[in-house]
């Protein structure tokens, strides 16, 4: 089952993008991350849409469990949180909420960003620190 889903990956790679991965889609092309992953909804609604989001709902389901988590942990007085998710969609969060990621398509390997939030904004306090 996982082989023939890798396999369906790769060949939904090529039929889209025209590249032999996904490395290849993000350097290779002038899109944006939200882009590649929008028309990678598409693409996946024509075969059966069980598996890709698109950008406005990744970045609407981080914007409201980041909120949840910083909201509870303001009134629980948690202090820091480690919070752990996948790099491309917090870039693509980053870029939604303004933060100016000067078009990074990928994190660096067990990089830290760090956000503060105040009860209603969030701070960006380091960015792909390693």
Known sequence: ???????????YV???FGQPNYNAVISGLKMSLADVADTTF??????????????Q??????????RGIGQEALERSWGDTLIVIHGTSILMWL????FNTHHQDLLHNLS????SFGGH???IQSFDRT
């Open 1 to 11: 089952m996982v082989i023939t889903k890798v396999g369906m990956l790769i060949g």
């Open 14 to 16: 090529k039929t889209v």
């Open 42 to 55: 598409e693409a996946d609604r024509r075969y059966g849409g069980l598996y890709a989001e698109r950008s």
């Open 57 to 66: 709902d990744v970045t609407t389901r981080i914007d409201r469990a980041l």
């Open 95 to 98: 870029e939604s909420i303004g």
């Open 112 to 115: 830290v960003t760090r956000i």
């Open 121 to 123: 904004s969030f701070d």
